[in-house]
């Protein structure tokens, strides 16, 4: 069975702190998304890595993907409270469709 | 500048009355995907077209159906909504093959069954 998991589930954070969110995956990949979701809202594209060693930066959010490990994580700088959301991982399995599989999302809470 | 626009953003109905949520894009995506979000949870994948091409998920209910009359369109049809079927629903689109293959999401229809 293919497992994408997240780690923290919960977050709290403080504004002005650092912070590092994991995604594992259980398949072979080297397709791997982030999304921010805000409350009662859709998900919003973060970032997409394409390859192995890929590293994306916007702003406070960083996000780099090992395909060996089998691991992405997506790191925060610096936080401040507009980052507040859930972010969800996405694999899509190398050979195997159109199929996303999501991760368990980490719900980020910036504290001021 | 909505690209993938879904219809009606929150939907009330009773249970067992039927629904129908849509679904339209402008990005001329060939794959368009149903996802159901609960609450607290990851989206769950309901089923997806790869251009006609249905793919049914194994655990999706019966109760839930779908159609794609044309590239642009897909629709949501729950036959019989209970209460375990109030949810977000998403839909989504990606371009198969080339390109970043990431995906598209509309704003969602929330669906409340009383």
């Known amino acids: 069975e293919l497992k994408v998991e997240q780690n923290p589930l919960f977050l709290s954070m403080q504004e002005g702190k650092n912070y590092t969110i994991y995604c594992n995956y259980s398949?072979?990949?080297?397709?791997l998304y982030w999304y921010r979701q805000d409350p009662g809202k859709s998900l919003e594209s973060l970032f997409v890595?394409?390859?192995?060693?890929a590293v994306k930066q916007e702003g406070r959010l960083m996000a780099s993907l090992d395909t060996k490990a089998r691991l992405s994580t997506l790191h925060i700088t610096a936080a401040v409270h507009d980052l507040s959301a859930t972010y969800f991982c996405?694999?899509?399995?190398?050979?195997?469709?159109?199929?996303?599989?999501f991760g368990t999302g980490t719900s980020l809470t910036v504290i001021p | 500048d909505a690209m993938v626009i879904q219809n009606p953003r929150y939907q009330v109905t009773q249970f067992g009355k039927p629904v129908t949520l849509s679904c339209s894009q402008t990005?001329?995506?060939?794959?368009m995907y149903w996802y159901q979000q609960k609450s607290s949870q990851a989206p769950k994948l309901l089923f997806h077209?790869?251009?006609?091409?249905?793919?049914n998920e194994a655990d999706t209910p019966d109760n839930f159906q779908s159609r794609r009359p044309n590239t642009s369109f897909c629709f949501l049809d729950i036959r019989s909504p209970g209460l375990g079927d109030a949810a977000m629903y998403l839909c989504?689109?990606?371009?198969?093959?080339?390109?970043?293959?990431?995906?598209?999401f509309g704003e969602g229809s929330r669906l409340t069954v009383l």
């Open positions: 990005l001329n995506h060939n794959v």
């Open positions: 989504a689109t990606s371009r198969d093959g080339a390109g970043l293959g990431e995906l598209f």
């Open positions: 077209y790869y251009d006609k091409d249905f793919n």
């Open positions: 398949t072979t990949s080297d397709r």
């Open positions: 996405a694999v899509l399995p190398t050979n195997t469709g159109n199929q996303f599989y």
């Open positions: 890595l394409l390859s192995n060693g």
